[in-house]
């Protein structure tokens, strides 16, 4: 088993479903077997929307979309810096986190042609390792 047995987000409230302009609170759960060097655990949000369709015309076919980010935003909780040389001890560590939802952004959708979608990822770097990463969606409402 690794050094590091799990990183996963953990949103709190709301079950899942936020409004727009509101704060998405949470933590990262990292579980550490052992003394472990951490460079850099970040938090992302993002909120995009994607379209697509093809237009059938005699033999010919056209394809339409679009996509457009509503926000891209990364935090870094600073949570390994309080250790002396990113050394973080082995147990269970809960890191918390905030990001406030941009105002106007659209609901959630998923529909044949398109959707809109929001999520948030952990990343979790280490030197010569390749990152851990998670990811967790959450509906705007």
């Known amino acids: 088993m690794g050094k590091i047995r799990c990183?996963?987000?953990l949103l709190t409230g709301e079950q899942g479903a936020y409004l727009a302009g509101?704060?998405?609170n949470g933590n990262?759960?990292?579980i550490v077997n052992q003394l472990q060097r951490i460079d850099r655990i970040s938090v992302r949000f993002r909120g995009r929307a994607k379209t697509s369709w093809i237009k059938h015309q005699g033999k010919t076919s056209t394809h339409y979309g679009d996509q457009e980010v509503y926000f891209d935003h990364w935090i870094d909780p600073q949570?390994?810096?309080?250790?002396e040389g990113r050394l973080v001890p082995g147990g269970c560590?809960?890191?918390p986190f905030a990001f406030r939802l941009p105002d106007h952004v659209p609901s959630s959708y998923?529909?044949?042609y398109g959707h809109v979608r929001y999520d948030c990822t952990a990343v979790l770097s280490r030197?010569?390792?390749l990152d851990l990463v998670c990811r967790k969606a959450f509906r705007v409402v």
């Open 28 to 30: 990262l759960l990292l």
């Open 93 to 95: 560590h809960r890191i």
């Open 7 to 9: 990183l996963e987000i």
């Open 127 to 129: 030197a010569w390792k």
């Open 110 to 112: 998923e529909g044949l």
């Open 79 to 83: 949570y390994v810096d309080h250790y």
């Open 22 to 24: 509101r704060q998405v």
